[in-house]
């Protein structure tokens, strides 16, 4: 093969990626509604899944990727099976075919996941026929227009050996004229020229008024002349000649600030046409993001051993591609807090006499220039004291602080790193991490997020982010001699406030609004500048209110002095990440100018003048002691080797017998433990410490290779704090769990 045809292949995967990519995505959503059994729908929604399986098909062997073909066919007999209502969409059945669409998704060529062992497909492919009782010998493919394969019927299609088969036939010229695939990466660049246009733009209307006033100037020099015109007759010549040329000179400014002002007028509209253009362009509905949410609902309730329905309004409301990359995981991260911590177990859902399917809603609606997406959950809610409770034993607050504090107050605790209610850690939650995510993703987005939960009623959390990153709005405020801009969805009001309103609670200067106390800060300070006038005198001091997570902070400025669009610009690679500042922007008049990060304006500050001065924890020189509990040898001196490694002192048990017997004769201060061992095993070693008025508040980790449900449900209820599965067991894994503990 020459370079000529690995290009032209190349560019094929690439296609052929994103094309398997709206299969599987239409694939998948009519599994997920065929199990819901609306009986009116199930024979449109086999058909569709039937044809999509079959122009996967065909797309794969047009560049020849064998083993998807032989799943994609597989899936095919099944769905042609379920048409002519030969077999009934039974779980099993839907659950291989689930299956068969999660092994098809890892088979295309560039995915960051391991594809599946040969040994895998071919039983995954006899699982599937053995449901339509096909063998594995003779009879021909007859296409999509088949109208029978009935039981007994045999077919070739294996891995090694593909038949040439009739394509589906094209669509429609109309359908095809009016889309076309263009790489995102060009989209991109085109944006990125017509946002440059938009300096051109305010710098041509600086340019017109600039000229608007040095008319000004010379209009009023022209007066003040003519009030002291010479009357001498000798001057009366220079006069003329003056007039003259004044005249002429007027004349020529006046035709160049029309000329400006038009030229700016042109291009301005230009300008706005093309980058609202651009902006349509790169915008997709929601539903593209949303397509591949009830598989991941249907996985992670199935392995939760909960029932969940999925809701969706809103989707076909637009967003920026980009927006909508930047909070894809943020809501991947919100479902599974849904399912891992809100939806109960059927069991307990009956019990609180409510039905045992519990429901997630994703409601996506417009808000002005923003986009507000918000998530709920009929579950159990979110308990603001056990907050409270892992706040303070996280060090992050005191006691006497977390009494002081609300409800609504501890429920934004949660959105720091480190803080969860689980009971137990596993290899997919508990760690306190994915509320924290989501508030960075959103906050990097100069957007906002706001919590809501009631005990045994459910959580709604929503974001409220910008409809596109090509512009927003920024109000300009100075400090000292300095500029900045602050996003304005983050500012809540701009008020002049007396001075002798300013009081100080527990050390800090606040100051009142709508009768509630607000942290009062200077933002010279918080942005450590240094030298240059600043504003001292007089009776009041101009304050800028900003708000982020329902958070509110108030920050004295030397002035406001407008609201204006802003082209924002990341600062490179080189400063990707400098504290206070999230990017820059261009003025009309050329001067580069700071776009503050308001989250970090608010950590600074704190940090600045804390907020929570909770005590500090003395650090003990000495090491913590592990238990190590593990039958194998090769197993033991591996978490041994790590443990020691990081510093810990380490003492080994083969099982829970011998390692009982060390906990009660010295002191420990975290056990890992496996399960599967002789004599006592991890799960009665775990309920044995329990139960120990000595050892019962000793944190315990399982480290294990069984991997269900119903394995980390016992864990649970022994009283483990943390489960992790040996199959994706990572040692900075471990060792941040157990960092966590002690």
């Known amino acids: 093969m020459d370079k000529r045809d690995e290009e032209f292949l190349k560019r094929l995967l690439s296609t052929f990626k994103i094309e398997a990519q709206e299969h599987l995505s239409v694939i998948t959503s009519g ?65 291989l075919l689930h299956k068969a669409v999660d092994f098809t998704g890892k088979l295309v060529p560039g995915k960051e996941f391991s594809a599946p062992a040969e040994s895998e497909i071919r039983e995954l492919i006899r699982e599937l026929q053995s449901i339509c009782h096909l063998q594995t010998t003779g009879a021909e493919d007859e296409g999509p227009g088949a109208t029978g394969r009935g039981p007994g019927i045999e077919h070739k299609e294996t891995l090694s050996s ?59 020099w022209k007066n003040t002349r003519g009030k002291n015109r010479p009357m001498g007759r000798d001057r009366r010549r220079d006069k003329d000649d003056n007039e003259s040329f004044m005249k002429a000179f007027e004349g020529t400014l006046t035709k160049i600030v029309k000329a400006a002002e038009l030229d700016h007028r042109s291009l301005g509209a230009m300008v706005d046409t093309m980058l609202d253009d651009m902006k349509r362009t790169m915008m997709l509905p929601f539903s593209s993001i949303l397509d591949v949410l009830p598989g991941v609902v249907r996985n992670l309730s199935r392995e939760a051993g909960k029932e969940v329905e999925l809701a969706v309004r809103g989707e076909e409301i637009e967003i920026d591609r980009r927006v909508m990359e930047e909070i894809k995981d943020p809501l991947t991260h919100l479902i599974r807090n849904c399912i891992d ?24 609606s417009s808000r002005d220039n923003n ?27 005191s006691q006497e602080e977390a009494d002081r504090l609300s409800d609504r107050e501890a429920l934004l605790l949660a959105f720091r790193s480190g803080i969860t209610t689980s009971r137990i850690i596993t290899d997919i939650s508990g760690r306190g991490l994915g509320l924290a995510i989501v508030r960075e993703k959103v906050e990097k987005l100069n957007g906002t997020i706001e919590i809501d939960s009631q005990q045994d009623i459910g ?52 100051v009142s609004f709508d009768g509630q ?58 400063l990707a990440r400098v504290r206070n500042i999230s990017g820059a922007t261009i003025l009309s ?16 500050a704190v940090k600045a003048a804390p907020v929570f001065a909770g005590p500090v924890a003395e650090v003990s020189e000495k090491r913590r002691a592990v238990l190590v509990v593990e039958d194998s040898i090769t197993a033991r001196t591996l978490l041994k080797n790590i443990l020691e490694a990081s510093g810990y002192y380490v003492r080994t048990a083969v099982d829970g017998i011998d390692a009982f017997t060390a906990l009660k004769a010295g002191e420990f201060d975290l056990v890992v433990s496996d399960i599967e061992m002789p004599r006592m095993d991890g799960f009665d070693l775990t309920a044995k410490i329990r139960a120990d008025k000595k050892l019962s508040e000793l944190p315990v980790v399982l480290v294990t290779a069984l991997e269900s449900r119903e394995d980390r449900e016992h ?19 471990l060792l941040e769990v157990i960092r966590r503990f002690i």
Not at 50 to 78: F, P, T, W
Not at 536 to 564: C, N, Y
Not at 718 to 730: E, L, P, Q, T
């Open 371 to 397: 986009i507000e997406v918000a998530i709920s959950d009929d579950g159990s809610g979110i308990d603001a004291s056990r907050v409270k409770s892992a706040a303070v034993r996280n060090g992050f607050i």
């Open 31 to 95: 599994l997920i509604e065929i199990e819901k059994g609306e009986g009116g729908k199930q024979a449109e929604i086999i058909e569709t899944v039937y044809r999509e399986s079959h122009s996967l098909k065909g797309a794969a062997r047009s560049v020849d990727l064998n083993r998807i073909v032989a799943v994609c066919q597989s899936m095919e007999d099944v769905f042609s099976a379920m048409k002519r209502k030969e077999i009934v969409p039974s779980s099993r059945a839907l659950d």
């Open 589 to 604: 008049s050329g001067e580069i100018v700071p776009v503050l990060n308001v989250s970090d304006l608010m950590q600074s």
């Open 162 to 220: 593909i038949r040439p088969e009739i394509q589906p036939s094209p669509a429609p010229a109309a359908a095809r004229a009016e889309t076309i695939r263009i790489s995102a990466a060009k989209l991109d660049t085109l944006l990125l020229h017509a946002e440059e246009m938009l300096s051109g733009k305010f710098a041509a209307g600086q340019r017109a008024a600039d000229l608007r006033g040095l008319k000004k100037i010379f209009d009023l």
């Open 459 to 510: 959580t709604t959390i929503k974001m409220l982010v910008p409809l596109t990153l090509a512009t927003f709005r920024g109000v300009l405020v100075r400090v000292a001699e300095h500029l900045f801009v602050l996003p304005s969805t983050n500012v809540q009001r701009v008020e002049r406030v007396k001075k002798e309103e300013i009081r100080t609670i527990e050390n800090r200067e606040t």
């Open 715 to 733: 864990g649970i209820d022994v009283g483990a704090n943390a489960y992790i599965v040996k199959s994706s067991f990572d040692q900075s894994n």
């Open 341 to 364: 911590h809100g939806i109960e177990a059927p069991h307990y859902r009956k019990e609180k006499e409510k039905t045992p399917r519990g429901n997630i809603g994703i409601t996506i």
């Open 517 to 574: 106390p607000v942290a009062l800060v200077r933002l010279g300070n918080v942005l450590e500048l240094q030298g240059g006038p600043s504003q001292t005198g007089g009776p009041f001091v101009l304050v800028v209110v900003l708000g982020s997570a329902e958070k509110r902070m108030a920050f004295v400025t030397d002035e406001v002095l407008h609201e204006q669009e802003v082209l924002v610009k990341p600062l490179g690679k080189q």
